[in-house]
């Protein structure tokens, strides 16, 4: 009896996904049939790129997928590229936001990767522009770049006839010298492994998490559940990458301009109104991003 009870509670969500999808727009691009509640997932393969390659060739160089109840279009030619990228930008320049960075909605809006393009992204953009990429500013971060690599260079040269991961060790390099960048000070040892306490071993388990298939993602109304313990896990790792440059922030706040150095872009942030919150959040997204690209 229990059982058919639990049965019937099921009915009313799964009857709801599957009318919603059905009443999908009908002015989307073509694409495979979806199945109901799972939708095209199972079309995704282990390999999505090589698949929706695939469903291209089949269905046209725009496509439109159903992954559970979220819809996906598909841009696989020059054209549609342009289209996405440079005609229609404006209108198509928001990202989807994994549920598992929403663990902290407050801080959502101290992001610009995240947020929609409006004026606080613009005030952002403009706050790295000027703190990170004007002619200025690249001309006055040539001292830490040539810093580092000198310390690269001896590095290696103590390594002689020892085994060394090269792209470990220039990853270290470059994460330094954005960290001297944003806060004067190393955040990765050139001489150590990572592991589980260091930064680098906590951003990419951070990534690997984030990116992790959630279901939540594709059904929203799961998404108070976190029956994968995603949220849980995330919002601890974030707690864990913000602690490595807290009490730098909190140290920079307090002493002010009393230490004789030259400026970095911690001290732009804490010139704005910002708490310290918000700017151990904006630096995590750096953070993250430049990982991402590395």
């Given at each position: ?10 009915v ?17 691009p ?37 992954l ?24 198509l320049s ?17 992001t ?35 810093k580092?690599?000198s ?33 004067s000070?190393?955040l ?6 990572s ?31 976190d ?23 909190k140290?920079?706040r ?6 004789s150095?030259?400026?970095?872009f911690?001290?732009?942030?804490l010139?704005?109104e ?21």
């Amino acid at each position: 009896m229990n059982i058919f009870y639990y049965f019937l509670l099921l009915v009313p969500p799964l009857l709801f996904l599957i009318f919603k999808q059905i009443k999908s727009p009908s002015n989307l691009p073509p694409g495979p049939f979806p199945w109901p509640i799972v939708g095209n997932i199972l079309n995704m393969g282990s390999k999505p790129h090589i698949s929706i390659a695939e469903l291209a060739k089949a269905h046209g160089p725009l496509i439109s997928l159903r992954l559970g109840t979220q819809l996906l279009v598909v841009g696989s030619s020059a054209a549609a590229a342009t289209e996405i990228l440079k005609t229609h930008d404006r209108l198509l320049s928001a990202r989807f936001v994994p549920h598992a960075i929403t663990v902290y909605p407050d801080r959502m809006h101290f992001t610009m990767v995240w947020q929609d393009c409006n004026d606080r992204w613009k005030y952002f953009r403009t706050l790295c522009r000027t703190g990170l990429f004007s002619p200025k500013a690249i001309e006055s971060q040539a001292i830490v770049r040539d810093k580092k690599i000198s310390e690269l260079v001896e590095f290696l040269a103590m390594k002689e006839s020892v085994l060394v991961n090269i792209g470990e060790v220039v990853f270290a390099t470059v994460f330094n010298i954005l960290s001297n960048i944003y806060l004067s000070k190393d955040l990765v040892n050139l001489d150590e492994d990572s592991d589980e306490r260091e930064l680098k071993g906590l951003v990419r388990r951070f990534i690997e998490l984030s990116s992790t298939p959630n279901l939540a993602d594709f059904y929203t109304i799961l998404g108070g559940s976190d029956l994968q313990g995603i949220n849980k896990k995330c919002k601890k790792l974030i707690g864990q990458i913000c602690g490595v440059w807290d009490t730098v922030v909190k140290e920079r706040r307090d002493k002010g301009n009393e230490v004789s150095r030259q400026r970095d872009f911690l001290d732009d942030l804490l010139a704005t109104e910002l708490g310290d919150d918000q700017i151990n959040f904006f630096l995590q997204v750096i953070c993250v991003c430049v990982f991402c690209l590395m």
